[in-house]
């Protein structure tokens, strides 16, 4: 087992509950910005995210379905720096086209910079708990996605992951 | 890397198909090669599972713990880092034709070169 749950890198300052951009690049350019404003990249660091992570969504989309999306950078050596998991979560209401492996529009989307592999393999499975077809990761993609501050939108995750994937 | 050759095992009355792979894929099961994996299993008619049976690390998901080879998240689930050692399972009319698909894309590492 991990020794922290993946719930303890989601800060509410990288929770963003109404994302203003909709496009995909401009999401994932509007979360990393999250990890510059709270001081957790440089801007030097965060450009370097981006090009990888912009890179490796071009190669294959990374909506996974069910409207949720886990941009990540290409390689976990592109963010080699980073001492820890950082995880930015965005939600838009209307949705977002992320050329999605359903082809559906992606609501919620986890920006997911781990200069671990094993780690992002924690995370991304939880992000696949989440994703998941069934009425529980249903509903609780409906909670999340309901969530109007980053405080709720945190709350909702740590209950989901708790239930689907703890 | 992998045992080769699937062997059909007698199982009540369906016939399992029943192959051990490795991830030799460098990052695991990432996103894209449970796309690519999904999308051949979903190829065949046979029902097509993945179990995982041991991994070299240390991960939060117990060995014996098994997927939905068609669903590309249900796989994501498995986590399966390098080394892991996985037995492809298939029952159905193509099962054995589904496991040599999914042990050629084990083998191949998933086709993904960079």
């Not at chain 1, 995880?87 to 999605?100: K, N, Y």
């Not at chain 1, 609501?107 to 992002?120: Q, T």
């Not at chain 2, 080394?83 to 298939?90: Q, T």
């Not at chain 2, 009319?93 to 070169?113: M, S, T, W, Y």
Request: negative net charge; hydrophobic residues 45%.
């Amino acid at each position: 087992m991990p020794a922290t749950k993946i719930i303890e890198h989601v800060l509410n300052e990288h929770c963003i509950p109404a994302l203003e951009s909709d496009t995909r690049e401009a999401v994932i350019m509007e979360l990393a910005d999250a990890f510059v404003a709270s001081g957790a990249l440089t801007e030097e660091q965060r450009d370097r995210l981006l090009v990888s992570v912009v890179e490796r969504e071009e190669a294959a989309t990374t909506g996974v379905g069910n409207g949720v999306a886990l941009p990540h950078p290409k390689t976990v050596e592109d963010v080699a720096q980073l001492g820890q998991v950082l995880i930015a979560v965005g939600l838009r209401a209307d949705g977002i086209d992320f050329r999605a492996t359903d082809g559906e529009p992606v609501y919620i989307v986890f920006l997911v910079a781990s200069p671990s592999n094993l780690e992002y393999l924690e995370v991304a499975k939880r992000i696949a708990a989440l994703a998941r077809g069934g009425s529980r990761a249903e509903k609780w993609r409906r909670v999340v996605r309901q969530s109007r501050t980053a405080g709720a939108m945190r709350e909702a995750l740590e209950d989901a992951w708790e239930e689907l994937a703890p | 890397m992998q045992t080769p050759g699937s062997q059909p095992v007698t199982e009540g009355s369906d016939q399992v198909v029943r192959a051990r792979v490795t991830m030799g894929y460098d990052r695991g099961m990432h996103a894209r090669p449970a796309l690519l994996l999904a999308q051949r299993a979903r190829e065949f008619q046979a029902d097509v599972a993945l179990v995982l049976i041991s991994c070299p690390v240390d991960i939060s998901t117990p060995p014996g713990t098994r997927a939905d080879a068609k669903s590309m998240l249900d796989l994501m689930f498995l986590q399966a880092p390098r080394g892991s050692e996985l037995d492809v399972e298939a029952v159905g009319a193509d099962a054995e034709a589904a496991v040599e698909a999914i042990e050629a894309l084990f083998r191949d590492r998933f086709g993904i070169r960079d």
